[in-house]
């Protein structure tokens, strides 16, 4: 979903910088998108979150937009989940969204404007078995919304995340204990109302939105992208 996000904000006429750990995927994605080189590295480092904002800065002079992505997930009850897993889910989902959010809003509060979309997820609002990690973690990165939202509203910074269903992602066939099957992903597509898991792109177009002064009157929202899950 990042990878598609930053094709989304590059054909809108954005300049985008790309941060991740994932050295090959980001530069293949830089390349596709024709932004500067990625600046790679882990959100779960504060001192590098600074970097990757200052990066921006030094290259475009202003930082207008920034997107938290970065997620990974754990595929266990709280019995199962060791201190390392739980640990690690934490320091990527939760401190790296604020990480990198302290490190955007101060020059963005010096421009007077700016927008933060940070990634929850429909689990951060209810429940889900054999996940207890990722929830803990996706609700934390909601109350991180909510709070700097209105810690930021005078500043002109305005702060939403946008919260998927199902989407037809790696991470949605990660972790699980049984083979990845068509079968399986059906299943899976299955519990959605409008019956089929969403592309990234579907999820990107609503990120983009968040982005837009389309929504200026938005903030502090959390934005389920889950095709009905969530309204039953």
């Not at 932004?35 to 959100?43: E, F, L, N, T």
């Not at 800065?57 to 937009?65: A, I, K, M, Q, T």
């Amino acid at each position: 979903m990042g990878a598609v996000t930053a094709r989304e904000f590059r054909t809108a006429g954005g300049q985008v910088v790309i941060v991740d750990r994932n050295e090959n995927l980001a530069v293949r994605v830089a390349n596709e998108i024709e932004v500067g080189p990625p600046v790679i590295g882990d959100v779960s480092d504060s001192a590098f979150c600074n970097r990757a904002v200052e990066t921006a800065l030094e290259r475009y002079g202003r930082l207008d937009v920034l997107v938290n992505a970065a997620g990974v997930i754990v595929r266990a009850d709280a019995l199962n989940t060791s201190d390392e897993q739980w640990q690690r889910v934490m320091n990527v989902n939760v401190n790296g969204v604020f990480f990198m959010s302290r490190a955007a809003v101060g020059p963005m509060k010096k421009q007077g404007h700016g927008a933060i979309i940070n990634f929850g997820s429909i689990w951060g609002s209810v429940g889900a078995a054999g996940v207890t990690a990722y929830c803990a973690s996706k609700g934390a990165v909601h109350q991180i919304t909510r709070a700097m939202a209105l810690d930021h509203v005078k500043d002109g910074i305005r702060i939403n995340a946008v919260c998927p269903g199902e989407v037809n992602t790696p991470m949605l066939a990660s972790e699980r204990s049984e083979p990845v099957t068509p079968e399986l992903m059906q299943s899976l597509a299955d519990t959605v109302p409008l019956g089929r898991l969403a592309e990234p792109v579907e999820i990107a177009r609503v990120v983009l939105f968040l982005a837009s002064e389309a929504a200026s009157y938005m903030t502090g929202a959390m934005v389920n992208v889950d095709a009905g899950f969530t309204a039953r």
